[in-house]
């Protein structure tokens, strides 16, 4: 009587049970998490005064005297917490897809998205006090204020994108390891992880790629979901 060998069950593939179209919703709004937050990076960087020069406190003053920069700060506030809502339900699908390295995918996450967020309300509640409060007068005394929560809110993003490194090292070495995510995705997100420990000399700079890097991502989990990958 022969007697049958025992065969080892073959370890699933991660991700390989899935839903067909459970990751198709989350990258969308992937996407638009990051085009969002490019939208409202960029114009911000535009429209914003100049406090760092010797006329810096006149041009900050004039600035926020201006109806139209207030209403457009504003604006871009609620674009870029807008944002950060829709990466939230991006990062849950990511996270998914990290396997073992879910947690540190999730706290790198949510560190960045909390730490966005209080820097975007940071630099705007000035404009925004200004904007709806009839006491409240934009002067020389005042501005000093704005230029003050200015260094705040560039101090959140750099806090931000060193919980972003988080993610992306995570990232990066779930796609080296795993077939769950491309690896030249996770190789992209490990450049920007690297320039992120730069700090506050790469922060304008990283904030912007971490936009673009959202955007590619939420387009490979959209493209892989029709199929289950």
Do not use: K
Request: proline share 5%; with cysteine.
């Amino acid at each position: 009587m022969t007697i049958p060998t025992p065969t080892s069950p073959t370890a699933p593939q991660l991700g390989a049970d899935e839903p067909p179209r459970r990751n198709l919703w989350p990258g969308i709004a992937g996407i638009a998490s990051g085009v969002l937050m490019l939208v409202a990076l960029i114009v911000g960087y535009g429209n914003s005064p100049d406090y760092d020069g010797s006329d810096g406190l006149r041009d900050t003053v004039a600035f926020y005297r201006d109806g139209g920069n207030l209403d457009l700060t504003e604006a871009m506030t609620l674009v870029m917490l807008a944002a950060t809502l829709l990466f939230l339900w991006f990062l849950a699908a990511l996270a998914r897809l990290a396997g073992t390295r879910s947690n540190l995918v999730l706290v790198g996450g949510t560190a960045f998205v909390v730490l966005v967020m209080i820097a975007t309300i940071a630099g705007a509640v000035y404009a925004i006090s200004a904007n709806h409060t009839e006491t409240f007068l934009v002067g020389p005394g005042t501005a000093m204020v704005a230029m003050l929560l200015m260094d705040v809110s560039y101090a959140g993003f750099v806090a931000a994108m060193v919980a972003a490194a988080v993610l992306l090292f995570a990232v990066w070495r779930v796609s080296v390891t795993t077939r769950s995510l491309p690896a030249w995705l996770g190789w992209f997100g490990f450049v920007i992880a690297v320039l992120c420990l730069a700090g506050p000399f790469s922060a304008w700079l990283t904030v912007l790629l971490m936009a673009v890097w959202t955007v590619v991502a939420g387009v490979v989990l959209v493209v892989r979901s029709p199929s289950g990958e």
